[in-house]
């Protein structure tokens, strides 16, 4: 059974919602922050979550603006999911029903805030059809014979063969089939046969990444009371893995054996995660079994045995708590562990529910998850995703997009056609084709080349920032291609123009680095390709992409992408030693404190920038600097 339709409305910002097809494999919602992507896979996942405390909650879930209809919320529709039927689940009915019960192979579910009151079912049923298999083995006197051609369905027919008085064993067993039916109804016979087919709904987040650190005691109560969060679930899953009990950790005998079958238990679930964790393969999950507690531990951690999940770096010979470790690799670990589980249990496919999946991996790690996704999920399972990142969208299946968009008075609306998305909403989509352009070497007529992905993002979200107050941005003909440094330069250009291409170059480069693109062009290893020195425009001896921007406006991307380690201590202009570039007087900083354990990933504050470019005002200086800069660059294009 494929999920290929769905409706939602009257959830949250979602207001009269849209209708939006779902792909058979995969499907990627699109959108801006706050644009109701998430809303949108909450509300899917209770119309038939895998866990049973996720419902319909009117208080919580019903948009305010539609506050005067809450009263009457109880009968308003949620969803409505559209099913196509599959061989197994059309055989499943007709074992039942017989051959050709159903006129049609979709059907209908409708959820709205009284689950268990209003979740209903549209099957198309060809009564005739059952009748026919009902009676095909019934064999009554003439008379009686004649009168089953007037039952119109199995509720018909079961009153007449009720009224027969010489049953055979045959009618008698008909009547029992018939009356074990629900209401004595066919229809509602498929039913109950498709909803325990139906595929449940896994809904997993950034948040639901595993502790680092958990009480067994106290995951035993939560367990029991059925109040496990998804990020304690995964502990659970893991060690369910390797076919432990949480009571096993009870036993002290058994400790030993209990650590080895849950390292087991991570190494099989490891050795998954670095089928497409191409980032570092030297790590490895540890676990350890703590039995005293720290002096002043806060509960539940005061309640022992603990559990203690490790990383180790088998490169440095070093182990840190598992929470501690890169926030993309605790996900990718802790949704697989999750998952697997779940897989393993049920009976049936999941759909599965990521939202934003990849907003703490790298570019490259995005791309492996994207490979896990379409390799490891989607072959068995459905897949929807929410992003706003180019680098989770394939440039090659543009037909799994669908856009989310808030629109002023008519609330979260989802389409499949992109033509209709606003500029900002589009922007990852126009990201992702120029980033596709640029690792093909037969990009384009006109090809920028860039060192990497942060420049990408900020001479795109610039030219979108001018061009949105009238002024010029880059021209739409530049392909931007990134090449990872001024060393690959020479190559890179030299191939460009054997396909007789115009290149133009962003040195975002040191002064040693600028002195070398020089000697290549003297050298004539650069051909006809023309040079922009950022250093040039910002009136500086050495420049990098960042260095167009304010300083203050730079501080607060960074200070954006590294909330979580700035501790309430956001860095200010005052706090930067002097310097030209900005970047290495952030870094100064960084190793300074210790934040970040003392590298400035250029990277991040350029995600920042794209995660958060609606809420972000650009300074009008800072505008006129990436103008000057792309004029220069547009100055290079074939007219």
Avoid: C
Wanted: proline residues 4%.
């Amino acid at each position: 059974m494929k999920l290929i339709n769905a409706n939602v409305r009257r959830y949250r910002s979602i207001e009269d919602g849209s209708s939006f097809s779902v792909e058979r494999d995969v499907t990627a919602l699109v959108g801006k922050n706050e644009s109701g992507k998430s809303a949108v896979l909450q509300a899917l996942y209770k119309s038939n979550p895998i866990e049973k405390k996720a419902t319909f909650d009117i208080g919580l879930d019903y948009p305010t603006t539609k506050a005067r209809e809450r009263k009457n919320a109880d009968k308003i529709q949620v969803t409505v999911l559209s099913y196509e039927l599959e061989a197994a689940d059309i055989a499943a009915v007709e074992s039942h029903l017989g051959k050709g019960a159903l006129k049609s192979t979709v059907v209908k579910v409708t959820t709205g805030y009284n689950y268990n009151a209003s979740t209903t079912w549209d099957v198309s049923i060809n009564d005739a059809a059952v009748v026919a298999h009902l009676t095909r083995d019934i064999e009554l006197p003439p008379s009686d014979q004649a009168r089953l051609k007037a039952a119109t369905n199995a509720k018909s027919l079961l009153q007449i063969l009720s009224s027969v008085e010489a049953q055979t064993a045959a009618a008698t067993e008909v009547l029992a089939t018939i009356r074990s039916w629900r209401d004595s109804r066919a229809s509602l016979k498929a039913i109950d046969t498709l909803s325990v087919r139906r595929p449940k709904f896994v809904y997993f987040d950034d948040y639901d990444s595993m502790p680092g650190m958990v009480s067994i005691p106290d995951l035993v109560a939560k367990r029991d009371e059925e109040t496990l969060t998804r990020s304690e679930q995964a502990v659970v899953s893991l060690l369910d893995a390797a076919d432990v009990e949480l009571e096993d950790f009870l036993s002290p005998e058994s400790h030993e054996h209990l650590i080895r079958d849950s390292e087991n238990a991570s190494n099989s679930i490891s050795e998954e995660v670095f089928q497409y964790w191409s980032q570092n393969q030297n790590l490895a999950v540890k676990i350890n079994l703590i039995e005293k507690a720290e002096k002043g531990a806060v509960a539940p951690l005061d309640s022992v045995p603990l559990l203690q999940i490790r990383v180790e770096n088998q490169r440095h010979r070093v182990t840190v708590p598992f929470d501690e470790r890169s926030r993309g690799f605790v996900w990718f670990f802790s949704f697989l562990a999750y998952f697997s589980h779940l897989e393993s249990e049920s009976e049936q496919p999941l759909i599965l529910l990521l939202d934003e999946p990849g907003i703490n991996l790298h570019a490259s790690a995005q791309a492996d998850l994207l490979r896990f996704i379409d390799e490891r999920l989607a072959p068995k399972h459905q897949v929807l995703f929410t992003t706003h990142s180019p680098f989770m969208i394939n440039p090659h299946a543009f037909g799994r997009v669908r856009t989310v968009i808030d629109q002023d008075g008519a609330g979260t609306k989802v389409s499949s056609d992109v033509m209709y998305a606003d500029s900002e909403t589009s922007f990852p989509l126009h990201a992702a084709m120029g980033i596709d352009l640029a690792q093909t070497l037969f990009v384009a007529p006109d090809t920028l080349v860039v060192e990497g992905p942060s420049d990408i993002i900020y001479l795109e979200v610039l030219s979108s920032a001018l061009e949105a107050a009238g002024r010029e941005g880059l021209d739409p003909r530049w392909a931007l291609a990134p090449i990872g440094g001024i060393t690959k330069l020479p190559a890179f250009v030299t191939l460009l123009g054997a396909n007789k291409l115009n290149i133009a170059v962003l040195a975002d480069a040191s002064l040693n680095d600028q002195e070398a693109v020089q000697k290549l062009r003297a050298a004539g290893k650069l051909a006809n390709a023309g040079i922009v020195l950022i250093s040039e425009v910002v009136g500086r001896d050495e420049a990098d992409v960042e260095d167009i921007l304010d300083t203050g406006f730079y501080l607060k991307l960074v200070n954006g992408a590294y909330a979580d380690q700035l501790n309430d201590q956001p860095l200010k202009v005052a706090d930067l030693p002097t310097g030209d570039r900005v970047t290495h007087r952030i870094a100064s900083v960084f190793k300074e404190r210790g934040i970040n354990k003392g590298r400035l990933n250029h990277y991040s504050p350029a995600k920042h920038l794209l995660q958060k470019q609606n809420s972000l005002k650009i300074p009008s200086a800072t505008l006129d600097r990436a103008e000057l800069l792309i004029k220069r660059i547009n100055a290079f294009l074939r007219f």
